[in-house]
């Protein structure tokens, strides 16, 4: 039996002619070193067809691919809404990516275009000549006659100014029929071996994952809301809030490159955020000034997303406590679009045990399946116990990578379902507790200790700004944990009383054996403790282990 | 260029897995004569594995048809998820259908089994022998047993106990791979000409339509919300709420046949639940019982959803002053899954104009398109003054009906968009306010004149109950407005008032010429106005005008 329903395409082009057409008051809003300038989604439609316009003046044709190197703002937007609409493929480029990584991206996917910010021409010139495919470099913000475009031009490619090319566009634009499974973005993910691998999103999955997102159990958007993406356009395309926003109708607060705590709690003040979400170190710098400014309040927030790596209860209840803001977690990565689990209270839940599921990666949306997998591939109970690799599956799942020749590749599936590389435990209300990366697992005399909750712990702790955990090798134990620890600005603490506050959480056989204090946690190129880094520090001497007593 | 998204199908199945899997401890909650009964999800995914076993073992197989006949209450809801996550087709049917329509439906859709309510043996057993495909039937319910199944058992067909045939099954199922494109379940709509029509929902659209439930602009369900559908699930799915509360993991609380407002009031607060759906008169009926009981107070309930047929404002205001519960109006068709807009506010709106806004059909959802279109087939501007028939398309509203050979349908689609048959106006935000049915409007001297427009402000008067305005043929004029009017218990109000107090909203010649007080509006199967009765008695001379003087 056939069903009569309509043979509707989901596509990024129905959520923007409908965020535009039906929400034509709503607004971006980005920051700018003075204040912020905004834009009407009225007029963000006109643009977006004018970007269209311009880019297929350029020979932009079929699904060419064309890359933003752009911090979140009303540009990076309009790329956004554009690229993909006109049947091209978007392929955000991570402009903290190391010159020998964001040469080989562009250079795998074949960019033809670079949109990129006034503000990153200085960044985006000394790889420019490096970008094989590039033909047009397009230099967008409101300071992009002034910005250096000499140092692009030696690269040899055409530079022109954004807002010349869509001047002489129309403001209407022939937009193609697109099929929901075709290409609509693209971004890579770094791995610890091997290039960086190609994640491309359908049409289709980002408009599910953008429905998922307007949904009760995320964000439950409106068009009353307003919403802040901290978290990086061109970092799992801003766990999807731009699209989202869109979709919604709600306005769009966005920070460009203002992320240091002081500008951007005068910019929450300023555009009046409902919703926001960014790494818990960004809100570990604002709570520091909210702290400090016990004047300032966020009152216009309802809900703050956070996750890109474990949120601290601690930074949750500091938050709660001392600042009346709702901090949730939430779960993915690049390959899941990035949401996959949300990490909201169930029904009843009060007290200690509400901290306890907030602590958690949070609780499986409708959408994604999740299961955990033992070492000898069996599936585990799902019973909050049995500690395994996590695998997902769902619409906006990926299931494989972009041309990769990575022979780690079909490591990454198993029969359908996506291996996260997380290693924890799924409850029967579908809560995922994460105890580690699967490769910075710490197995010491056959049992697994979770680097997770020890750095949970640690961050806790008064004295403590940051803490990465990773296993070193031991003749006895095979591995045993070794806490790195930042200690905040004026503060002083020992590895004893750190190893003392531990105990009162912990078995004795699960605490570090040895301290490091360090200045500053490596980071990867998306934020997150590179503990691969820390690991080779330890095995070169370069780590100062202070000795327990 | 491809994209590496997961090929992962929207279905009823996996909703219902994700409801009863990660929501296991939310409830269904069903109203009985003395109060409730309830189960788990848990219990609810067992039980619908039962059903589908039992079904199978009926000789349900590939896409054979499944009629319900029952009131919304447990036992329907594992029809809604057995029935199509097996790979069969759910046919709601209505069990207000006049007998000719309801075997006139059944034998067009081929159903093979009905599932029955034990309330409802006594409605079907008339016509249980005219359902020609018809082989089992099963009776559901706490007094299924009780119920009179020899009434039943004289038609031929096999007669079975619900319970009995569940017990007899696993309580897991081997759920077949279903295309998210394969129908799931179909729904009935009377036209005002010809025989019933077939909706055929798929899987796909039913999923779709469920998600944007979900979202904020529609009820933002979480799974810490209880939905009460106290709109039947065998109309146009109960509204989408019974799948957007498995698919959110929201609790049920399920009205059975307990609709008149007294024991509904008392379900109400014995349930808690947060949201709720059902038409004007429903809630008409409770406003009335809540002024008559100042004690009773309804405050678990965050959102009323309220739609079917014009929402009086003035009945949305006694809620909100008198009772402190806020009502928001939703328009949508069988055709559409129904929900297509919902009349939520815009951001900074208040008072008067806040009420107008309430007062539309709604602001279209994303993923449905809408515009107004002449007579002369032209599309009229999007003004919120041009008025025209309303088109709409997407991926939850039909393409055409089942196998029917209705020389009508052909007209019912526009170049792929549904003309829903209703006329009105949409403005620049995407709000659309209707006037009338096509086949209600009044012409009068060339101009329209709205029928829903008068009916709203009449309804506010304090001694009207109900109005229903029509169009009478006039010599002069074409057609003249006649008002019908269902006068309050104990209230009295003469035709010389009731043109007075219009005349303050309306122009001279917008006034009806005529009214006639009758007792009740008649109604379609459906609940709706039933204008072309009244149209007719009032040829018929039937209808007793007052006269103005």
Chains 1, 2 share one sequence.
């Not at 964001?102 to 420019?128: E, F, M, P, T």
Request: contains cysteine.
């Amino acid at each position: 039996m056939k069903s009569t329903m309509q043979d509707y395409q989901l596509t990024i082009a129905s959520l923007m002619h409908h965020g535009t057409g039906v929400h034509p008051d709503s607004e971006v809003v980005t920051a700018t070193a003075e204040g912020s300038r905004s834009i009407s989604y009225a007029e963000l439609g006109k643009r977006t067809a004018q970007l269209a316009g311009a880019l297929r003046s350029l020979g932009v044709e079929g699904d060419d691919r064309v890359a933003t190197f752009q911090w979140n703002n009303a540009e990076h937007l309009e790329a956004y809404l554009a690229i993909p609409s006109m049947g091209a493929v978007l392929h955000t480029l991570n402009i903290r990516l190391f010159p020998e990584q964001l040469i080989y991206v562009a250079n795998h996917a074949q960019d033809k275009v670079v949109i990129v910010d006034d503000s990153l021409v200085g960044l985006l010139a000394a790889q420019l000549p490096h970008l094989e495919t590039v033909t047009h470099v397009l230099v967008a913000g409101p300071d992009a006659a002034a910005a250096d475009l000499d140092s692009l031009r030696s690269s040899g490619k055409e530079i022109l100014l954004y807002e010349d090319v869509l001047a002489d566009q129309s403001e209407t634009f022939d937009w193609p029929e697109v099929d929901e499974d075709d290409a609509a973005a693209m971004c890579y993910t770094s791995g610890t071996t091997g290039n960086p691998k190609g994640v491309v999103y359908s049409h289709r999955s980002a408009y599910l994952h953008s429905m998922a997102a307007c949904t009760g159990n995320v964000a439950g958007l409106t068009f009353t809301d307003r919403v802040l993406p901290i978290v990086p356009m061109f970092h799992a395309n801003a766990w999807g809030l731009a699209y989202a926003a869109i979709m919604s109708g709600a306005s769009l607060c966005m920070p460009d490159r203002w992320l240091q705590a002081e500008p951007l709690v005068r910019f929450i003040n300023e555009s009046r955020p409902t919703i926001s979400g960014a790494v818990p170190t960004i809100w570990n710098d604002v709570l520091t000034h909210l702290d400090d400014h016990p004047e300032v309040r966020l009152d216009s927030l309802r809900r703050i997303l956070c996750g890109g790596s474990a949120v601290p209860v601690s930074l949750m209840q500091a938050l709660r406590e001392r600042h009346d803001l709702d901090m949730v977690q939430a779960w993915g990565m690049t390959e899941t679009s990035p949401v996959a689990s949300v990490a909201t209270v169930p029904l009843g839940v009060e007290g200690e045990e509400a901290w306890r599921y907030k602590g958690t990666a949070g609780r499986l949306l409708c959408g994604v399946e999740g299961r955990i997998v033992a070492d000898d591939g069996s599936v585990l109970p799902r019973d909050g116990e049995a500690v395994g690799e996590l695998e997902v599956k769902g619409p906006w799942v990926t299931a494989g990578y972009y041309a990769s020749d990575d022979p780690e590749v079909e490591e990454k599936f198993d029969h359908g379902w996506l291996r996260t590389g997380d290693v924890g435990t799924l409850d029967h209300l579908g809560y995922i507790t994460l105890t580690d990366r699967a490769k910075d697992v710490i197995k010491s005399g056959g049992e697994w200790i979770s680097s997770v909750d020890l750095e949970n712990s640690l961050m806790g702790h008064d004295a403590v700004l940051e803490a990465a955990v990773v296993g070193i090798p031991d003749e006895k134990w095979q591995e045993r944990p070794l806490a790195t620890i930042v200690v905040k600005q004026g503060a002083t603490v020992t590895a004893d009383e750190l190893r003392e506050y531990l105990a009162t959480d912990f078995a004795k056989w699960q605490l570090p054996d040895a301290f490091a204090f360090i200045d500053e946690v490596p980071r990867t190129s998306v934020g997150k403790f590179d503990k691969k880094v820390l690991r080779q520090r330890f095995r070169q001497g370069d780590l100062r282990v202070e000795p327990l007593s």
